[in-house]
């Protein structure tokens, strides 16, 4: 794939240009200049183009803001192409001078000049100024409004050759296991994605709220191509008093319908709290498959390990029925302790939730769970007939049952069925749903 990375100073709309390239809303956008701090990347115009989204350049000796423009220089020097964006209405300044010259220096590949927010001629600055960058001619562009695309797909598709006719690959084909990491602040979501990921691609720092995108980072890991997704730390609503926070906080919850596996990490050091089980339920709700890991295990003291395992087993236990067995397994990511072991049990998971079992099979297990226990009397005091069962769902799995007579089953009895059927199909770690679908009387 072609690798293009948009690059510039903070606030110049480098963001709002990956999202309109991209068609999506995963790039944060926000008025306040430093909001993106992770390197991210994305697929665009149906092309074999990968477009990477960096932090803006800043001249910083430490801290965040240098970590971010490390990173944003190293994704252009890798880059084959660069979009160099500076914002029209501000004009030209001597920040965009000094970056254009280091861009300069850090990269052979072709640059296009954007000059954004151009969509009023009135309230732009001397267009003539950014010829001094060096880059040629400046484009004109309003990524807020989609305009002056034709000349960046122009410029890509020149460099790409026979490779821009080539599509994309299809996200209806594509097989590749899309893993989000969430958990609250400073648990190690950045340094666990790190640490699959084999380099130092997320910032990591002693302190909460680093991440503020979700950062999808195609990549091969234990034998299996996946797509891990990096989080924002989620807190609790009334410590979260920044808009921006709030938006990021939207992200990593809407990273859970986009993902097919969520590793939920809980700092091991620390009591769970209430946060991470409300995390877990949104996890449960959205029928995906939840592993819970337990970071920093080797902080903890080995005497008191196994009571703590079973007492988080037991409370995970007790707050979700809908899993048998949560899966919760011990990690260190700075160590990459019990790392491999964690993604060979989802890729287990995995492949088992894509599984179809037959309908005889199915209808086997619950004739024995119903004869030896039968369904309890409906309020109207008639019988309850289990007639059918089959598997209409996947992801998560789902078994309908038709149900002759009364069909007000009480839950307690679907747990039941549930827990029978999870333990005769190897399903205890995955999310279950039993439907009920009432048989119509042929004589009504």
Not at 254 to 266: F, Q
Request: overall charge positive; hydrophobic content about 40%; proline content about 5%.
């Amino acid at each position: 794939m072609i690798k293009i990375t948009i690059a510039g100073r903070p606030n110049t709309g480098k963001s709002t240009l990956y999202n309109a390239l991209t068609g999506t809303r995963d790039a944060l956008v926000h008025d306040r200049p430093g909001v993106t701090r992770d390197c991210m990347g994305g697929v665009f115009c149906n092309r074999p183009y990968q477009l990477f989204d960096t932090a803006g350049l800043e001249s910083a000796k430490s801290g965040i803001a240098l970590d971010s423009t490390n990173m944003a220089i190293a994704a252009i020097a890798d880059a084959d192409a660069v979009l160099f964006v500076v914002d029209g209405r501000v004009g030209l300044t001597s920040k965009d001078l000094d970056w254009a010259r280091l861009v300069r220096r850090k990269t052979k590949a072709p640059i296009l000049l954007l000059v954004n927010k151009s969509e009023s001629q009135k309230r732009l600055g001397n267009i003539h100024d950014f010829y001094k960058l060096g880059f040629g001619e400046p484009v004109l562009i309003s990524a807020e409004h989609k305009t002056g695309f034709t000349e960046i797909y122009e410029f890509l598709d020149k460099i790409a050759g026979d490779a821009a006719t080539q599509p994309s690959p299809d996200k209806a084909t594509d097989n590749r296991i899309k893993i989000a990491v969430l958990g609250q602040p400073n648990v190690g979501k950045s340094t666990f994605v790190n640490r699959v990921l084999g380099e130092r691609r997320q910032i990591v720092m002693d302190a909460p709220g680093i991440t503020r995108d979700t950062v999808k980072i195609p990549t091969k890991f234990y034998g299996r191509d996946i797509i891990l997704m990096d989080t924002a730390g989620l807190r609790r609503k009334a410590g979260v008093t920044d808009d921006v926070e709030t938006l990021s906080a939207l992200k990593s919850l809407d990273a859970i319908d986009k993902a097919d596996v969520v590793i939920l990490m809980v700092d091991a050091t620390r009591n769970i709290e209430n946060q991470a089980l409300g995390i877990a339920a949104r996890v449960y709700n959205a029928g995906k498959i939840l592993c819970v890991a337990l970071n920093k295990w080797d902080l903890v003291e080995p005497e008191i390990r196994d009571e703590k395992l079973l007492k988080l087993k037991h409370q995970f236990s007790n707050s979700f029925h809908q899993i048998i067995k949560p899966m919760i397994l011990a990690v260190s990511a700075e160590t990459g302790m019990g790392v491999q072991n964690m993604f060979r049990r989802i890729y287990e998971q995995w492949d088992i939730s894509m599984a179809q079992a037959p309908t005889s099979l199915v209808n086997r297990i619950v004739e024995k769970l119903v004869a030896e226990r039968q369904p309890p009397m409906s309020r109207l005091k008639r019988p309850m007939k289990i007639k059918f069962a089959r598997q209409t769902g996947r992801h998560p799995m789902k078994i309908t049952i038709n149900v002759g007579g009364a069909s007000d089953i009480p839950e307690s009895y679907t747990r039941y069925l549930r827990r029978g059927i999870a333990t005769a199909l190897k399903w205890e770690h995955l999310p279950i749903i039993i439907d009920y679908e009432k048989s119509e009387n042929p004589y009504d």
